[in-house]
């Protein structure tokens, strides 16, 4: 957007000689930054509209939270994709929420909301701002022009979904300095990275190396588009020299960044382990900082991999495509190139003189419609017809019909409650079955034995798995020591029955650990 | 078109027609059928494959030049313009210029009437949908070609287009933001790189003001017209088009569209090399300053 050659294509009358005024050289650079200062121009209105929003929301930094916005959406923009605007925001809500922790969650979230869908605009027709300024011309006259530019866009994605793309201007308000050949600024990072890494300033390393993804994600921009262009037309594209030179320069260059990532990979691991040994805070900041290195870098590799991907698919894409156009048998006569002669030539027209083609184009475009002739004696009736009611439910579910199946549990409800209350136990007080079957023979009902013999029974294999996993607090458990059951109904063996108290919130701790 | 179908049957029938001394005198039967044919043409999504009426007309106007004449007449008389009789289209007719078949931008979209952007726009998109369903003049002119199209590519190609003209402005020097009180004089290619590629909106539907709305508001109409059919769901909805819509671009709208150009003194000239081109040779590899705009597939 901001080419600093662009100084040079003044006029040579202008730059030579002394000026009486500044010409339109000097104006451009001052359109250029005053373009560039618009882009900041949403970030500080949303500071200063902020007292606007019914509620009190002058603690939230608005600014803060849209940079870290256009920062988030930046990092998550895929090679397919964009970000998922959820996702941004359940991500924004942290640093939303350290502003204000007393107020409530809900609030974050609309803050959260207001802030990404105004960096959108989403009330604008273009969903974009509209900056003016003035400049002089070559004559001296003062024009006022209209810049339109967007921070955050929707894209579609798959499946019909709307993804959230940083623009150019917002990674120029974000990072700045864009004005450099990224392929030697990567590598610049990288080397810097490295020789960061070494030194052991792990502060300036992350800095360095979330630039350097930054630029990675740029990269894979660029050869995506170039990738999707020469899909069109076979001939477009020099198959013969350029394409494969291309594909095979992009295949070398990710392997050569694969190599050197995983070179800083292992690099930072190492750095990261011995770090681990040591103990004071120091240190353990450097670790920190050295894991989060890990992430970023991996992530570059993933990133790469996914564009090495497609540049493998490139060469049987372009087989198939010159098979369906240029082994095709040839045409008496030539058509209109479509593309060509109307596309091309139209746009760069002022908007006024397009629409005229384009208004042809659809009156002899659109093909025909039939036009709804009514009778009187129909209008009528359907004047009459009330409006059919619209379905918000749905076709009316059927009443089901449901048959009351026999109730043919062993036990009741009451039967169960019952044995649960003998069974309920201090856990430093572990009673004998026998004891457990002659207080339940006690209350008059036979069929209580059986229920408490079978508990315990069950109980001599506790679930201590899904106790583990539900994080319950109290264990019923069995343990047979030997001594012979002496009961005129059942045998077996006088199980001890006990209940053991187990550490709910350790558990807790040792299972959020584990995932 | 249909005059110059009329012309080619009269220039052999009329030859003939005092020696065989007309051979079948018309009855108002044939004109009833003539009729009935218009009126199968009339419904564009019909198939002469699907209806043993629709295709024993087709054939007797093949092969009966009288009966032909009869119903290319019932056709002009209608406003109505002949395009193809055949097999595989169908009586392909087409609404004249001022006929009640006509559709009208206003109709069309309420908003293109007040708003001239949207009005550009619109027609923009008929436009892109056919140069994507065509993308070689070869593919124009090939009878059995069958185009394929998705709206997202069909927005996506537009952009790219918009996009190199931004950066041919950018190298020239030029500034192309337009002036604040002349609307009219905007470049085209600025006002649908603005508008935004789609949107939220509250009901999950697509956002009518995008540009991927107004596209798929496009291949919607078309298909309502029979000129395309969908296949699938996959990047906006993707698209096959039909005999019947080569016809009607090459010989009735492209060459309009053409006419209009050229009123307006633009002259393209073909070469028949590939128009459609990738980004310009030698920076296939060089990133840009901002070369971080996403394209979307």
Known sequence: ?515 | MSEHHVEHTDAWSEPEAPRAAAPTALTPADAADAARLVSFGLQPKLLPARDAEYAELLRRYREDPGFARLADAVATGLGLVVLEVSPRAGMAVTAGEDSVFAVRMGDYARRASTDSADRFLHGLAHLAVAAMAFPRPEDLADDGYIGRLTVNGVDAFVRQACRRLEERAEEQGENTDPETDAPGLEAAWRIYARRSATGATKDARRLAGSTTGIVGKAVAFLTDSGFLQRTGDESGGSYRTTARYQLQVRDMAGSAALAELLELGVVPVSDGSATLLPPPEGDDLEIAADAGLPFHA
Request: charged share 25%; with cysteine.
């Open chain 1, 1 to 515: 957007m901001t080419s600093p050659a662009s100084t040079d294509l003044a006029p040579p009358q202008l730059s030579a000689g002394p000026r009486p005024a500044q010409g339109p050289a000097a104006d451009e650079g001052l359109a250029r930054r005053l373009r560039a200062l618009a882009c900041t121009a949403p970030l500080h209105d949303l500071d200063a509209r902020k007292a606007n929003l019914a509620g009190e929301y002058s603690v939230y930094a608005m600014a803060e939270v849209a940079l870290a916005a256009i920062d988030l959406v930046t990092l998550n923009m895929d090679f397919d994709t964009g970000a998922d605007s959820e996702q941004i925001i359940a991500r924004l809500l942290p640093r939303v929420a350290a502003q204000a922790p007393e107020r409530p969650a809900a609030e974050h979230e609309r803050v959260a909301r207001w802030v990404l869908e105004n960096l959108i605009n989403v009330g604008s027709v273009d969903r974009g701002f509209r900056a003016v300024y003035g400049t002089f011309g070559t004559d001296g006259v003062y024009t006022r022009r209209d810049y339109d530019f967007k921070l955050i866009e929707e894209v579609p994605g798959y499946g019909g979904g709307i993804y959230l793309r940083t623009t150019d201007e917002a990674v120029n308000v974000l990072v700045g300095a864009l004005d450099t050949d990224v392929t030697s600024a990567q590598i610049a990072a990288e080397v810097k990275l490295e020789v960061l890494i070494s030194r052991g300033r792990l502060a300036d390393a992350q800095l360095a190396a979330e630039q350097a993804r930054y630029r990675t994600v740029q990269y894979a921009e660029t050869l995506r588009k170039t990738l999707e262009a020469t899909r069109r037309n076979v001939r477009a594209v020099d198959w013969l020299q350029t394409v494969p030179d291309m594909i095979a320069e992009a295949l070398d260059h990710v392997a050569d960044r694969y190599r050197h990532e995983n070179a800083i990979l292992t690099n930072i691991r190492k750095a990261r382990d011995e770090a681990e040994a040591a103990t004071d805070a120091k240190t353990a900041e450097h670790k920190r900082r050295a894991a989060e290195l890990v992430d970023i870098v991996k992530d570059c590799i993933r990133r790469h991999t996914q564009l090495q991907s497609r540049l493998l698919e490139a060469g049987p894409l372009f087989r198939a495509e010159q098979d369906r156009q240029a082994f095709a048998a040839p045409t008496s006569y030539t058509g209109l190139d479509l593309y060509g002669q109307l596309v091309a030539p139209l746009l760069p027209l002022p908007v006024e003189q397009a629409t005229k083609v384009t208004d042809a184009f659809f009156a002899h475009g659109t093909g025909l419609r039939t036009p709804a002739s009514v009778r009187v004696g129909d209008l009528v009736d359907l004047l009459l017809t009330p409006p059919v009611e619209r379905q918000h439910l749905g076709a009316e579910m059927p009443e089901p019909d449901l048959i009351a199946t026999p109730d043919d549990s062993r036990f009741s409800e009451e039967q169960l409650a019952a044995a649960m209350e003998l069974l309920d136990l201090e856990h430093d007080a572990p009673r004998r079955l026998s004891g457990l079957l002659a207080e339940a023979r006690r209350g008059g009902d036979p069929d209580l034995a059986y229920l408490v013999t079978l508990l315990a029974v069950h109980a001599a294999s506790p679930p201590v798995g899904t106790a583990y996993r539900q994080g319950e607090e109290r264990l019923l458990f069995a343990v047979d020591d030997g001594t012979p059951l002496d009961d005129p109904e059942f045998g077996g063996a006088d199980l001890i029955v006990g209940t053991a108290l187990l550490d709910a919130q350790g558990m807790a701790a040792d299972r959020t650990e584990a995932s």
